[in-house]
């Protein structure tokens, strides 16, 4: 089992013809996801062939899930044309969009965010600024390699892209039932706690690598959420114990006033309600690979 992304699961790209839609397409069918179609209103009717699979373009998702039954759409469109695309994805009720876009202005994902929530939460979003989702060994929407781990009992949620990756491979022994990279933004769709939750609820999944960074009170929300709610054993890690204070790092919503949002306060939340938490990713590894020896 797996959260949110399974082998079951239909995708279609929105920005399909795009350089980047067509690079990780190429790569999401490579690693055995069921990618059924894109859109682009400007080339629908038009095909596309990935090295030998030849997918159809949609004018709308609306068409796109009609004519492949498609569940989730990976979002790869130009920062200005993003708001509309998911929109666009809401409106169809398609249950899951991962926006995989950097450089979104905040207002228009708070404004897709509020939304999608008007609409009654149909549409799940992960993201913007994320590398998406994997179900190792099921599926895969997003940028994350497919080939770096394995599957297996671990879930991970991560507001860094690089740092999804190493954990993931550090952990290639061990393997992942689902990893989900949320992206850094100030706003974005999908938190920590919803991920915690979905994790706490899976019966496939026996314990959990949450990794912050530095920068707003995520984190120490998600402590409090797992001192009531999660039973499972969490690891942390949180990027930017070195950080300079007052600086903007990395993502736009890692910027950190006095002690407010350092790694160390995170740090201390965390292990306040029986969190371990690495210093290092390598020590964050170490401390998940302890934890699956003993359950």
């Not at 060994?137 to 892209?161: E, Q």
């Not at 930017?240 to 407010?260: L, N």
Request: glycine fraction near 14%; proline fraction near 5%; include cysteine.
């Amino acid at each position: 089992m797996a959260i949110w992304l399974t082998e079951n699961s239909k995708i279609i790209i929105q920005g399909i013809t795009g350089s980047e839609g067509t690079k990780h397409g190429r790569r999401m069918l490579a690693s055995g996801a069921q990618v059924v179609g894109g859109v682009n209103a400007r080339k629908a009717g038009q095909t596309v062939d990935f090295d030998g699979t030849t997918l159809p373009v949609f004018g709308t998702v609306k068409e796109a899930m009609e004519q492949t039954g498609a569940d989730v759409s990976v979002v790869f469109v130009p920062p200005k044309f993003t708001k509309d695309a998911v929109v666009e994805a809401v409106d169809a009720g398609i249950g899951l969009c991962v926006v995989i876009t950097e450089g979104i202005p905040v207002h228009d994902t708070a404004y897709f965010w509020a939304y999608a929530e008007e609409k009654g939460n149909k549409t799940r979003i992960i993201g913007p600024n994320c590398p998406g989702i994997a179900s190792p060994g099921k599926s895969n929407a997003g940028i994350i390699p497919a080939d770096i781990t394995t599957p297996g009992r671990i879930g991970l949620v991560s507001k860094s892209g690089t740092l999804t990756y190493q954990m993931m491979y550090e952990l290639r022994d061990v393997g992942f039932s689902t990893c989900v990279g949320i992206g850094g933004d100030p706003v974005i769709g999908t938190t920590h706690i919803d991920a915690l939750k979905a994790f706490q609820d899976d019966p496939d999944t026996d314990a959990i690598v949450m990794i912050g960074e530095i920068g707003g009170d995520a984190e120490e929300r998600a402590a409090a959420y797992i001192e009531q709610h999660v039973t499972k054993p969490v690891v942390g890690y949180v990027a930017g114990f070195t950080a300079p204070e007052g600086k903007t790092m990395g993502h736009a919503g890692a910027i950190v006033s006095g002690s407010a949002g350092t790694a160390q306060a995170k740090k201390d939340a965390l292990e306040k309600v029986g969190v371990r938490v690495g210093k290092t990713p390598s020590e964050a590894a170490v401390l998940m690979r302890d934890i699956m020896k003993n359950l």
